[in-house]
C-alpha cells in the first residue's frame, strides 16, 4: 500500500531553517503530484505548497510561506523535500506529506496544482515543527 514518511521536523529559533523530506513508497512515485501541508494546535489542515509529476520548477507555494519556501523533489529517489528558510513562530505545527495520483500530467504551476486537502487521498503520519521566539 502506499506510505509516506516525513522526517526532519524539530525545534529550531526564529530566523532559522528546516528542510523537510517525505519519502514515498507503494506507488509510481512519477505518477504523484507531491504536496506538503501543516496542523496548528486548534487550527485547520492547511496548504503549504506543491510539486508536480515533473518537479523542477513546477511548483505552488501558498501566500503565507511564498518567498521562504522551496518545494522540491527526486523521482529517482522517491522523495520529496520542503526548504523552509527564515521560521517564525506562527509555523509551528505538524507538517505532512501527501500524493494525489495525476498519471495525465494534468497538473502544473500554469494549469494549477491541487490545494484543497480533500483531493489528496494519500497522507503521512506528519512531523512536528516548532519555532521558538
Known amino acids: 500500500q502506499v506510505q509516506l514518511v516525513e522526517s526532519g521536523g524539530g525545534l529550531v529559533q526564529a530566523g532559522g531553517s528546516l528542510r523537510l523530506s517525505c519519502v514515498a513508497s507503494?506507488?509510481?512515485?512519477?505518477?504523484?503530484?507531491m504536496g506538503w501541508f501543516r496542523q496548528a494546535p486548534g487550527k485547520e489542515r492547511e496548504f503549504v505548497g506543491a510539486v508536480s509529476r515533473r518537479g523542477g520548477g513546477d511548483t505552488y507555494v501558498a501566500d503565507a510561506m511564498k518567498g521562504r519556501t522551496t518545494i522540491s523533489r527526486d523521482n529517482a529517489k522517491n522523495t520529496v523535500a520542503l526548504q523552509m528558510n527564515n521560521l517564525k513562530p506562527e509555523d509551528t505545527a505538524v507538517y505532512y506529506c501527501?500524493?494525489?495520483?495525476?498519471?495525465?500530467?494534468?497538473?502544473?504551476?500554469?494549469?494549477?496544482?491541487?490545494?484543497?486537502?480533500?483531493?489528496?487521498?494519500?497522507w503521512g503520519q506528519g512531523t512536528q515543527v516548532s519555532v521558538s521566539s
Open positions: 501527501a500524493a494525489v495520483p495525476d498519471v495525465s500530467g494534468r497538473y502544473g504551476a500554469t494549469t494549477g496544482l491541487p490545494s484543497r486537502r480533500v483531493q489528496y487521498p494519500y
Open positions: 507503494g506507488l509510481r512515485f512519477s505518477d504523484y503530484v
